[in-house]
Nanobody, 124 residues
Framework: QVHLVESGGGLVQAGGSLRLSCAAS????????MGWFRQAPGKEREFVAR????????HYADSVKGRFTISRDNAKNTVYLQMDSLKSEDTAVYYC?????????????????WGQGTQVTVSS
């Protein structure tokens, strides 16, 4: 069982930056690949980024590639999402999630544990 808590969301102007954090409980954090997803009002939850257990492999949605960076610190049981050059269309609730399977997957149903989400609002 993994308990996830996101933080770092807020209101930012277009072109600005935010750094999201996701703190995990338990001593098994390093065994889980981790992902970030987001959900805008009236839309389905969508994949944003994924990172392997060691942090050596990352994968991004095309919409954020080159602007967002996922990273993790296994010693701190934390995964991060650095978001730069933010756009109004990045406005959403952002969720982190843990996957029991090491196969890289981008669909929400593949992930086993979820945080409660943190709101990111980008004003234009």
């Amino acid at each position: 069982q993994v308990h996830l808590v996101e933080s770092g969301g807020g209101l930012v102007q277009a072109g600005g930056s935010l750094r999201l954090s996701c703190a995990a409980s338990g001593r098994t954090f390093s065994t889980y690949p981790m992902g970030w997803f987001r959900q805008a009002p009236g839309k389905e939850r969508e994949f944003v980024a994924r990172i392997s257990r060691s942090g050596g492999l990352t994968h991004y949605a095309d919409s954020v590639k080159g602007r967002f960076t996922i990273s993790r610190d296994n010693a701190k049981n934390t995964v991060y999402l650095q978001m730069d050059s933010l756009k109004s269309e990045d406005t959403a609730v952002y969720y982190c999630a843990a996957d029991k399977d090491i196969v890289a997957r981008t669909i929400p149903s593949a992930y086993d544990y979820w945080g409660q989400g943190t709101q990111v609002t980008v004003s234009s």
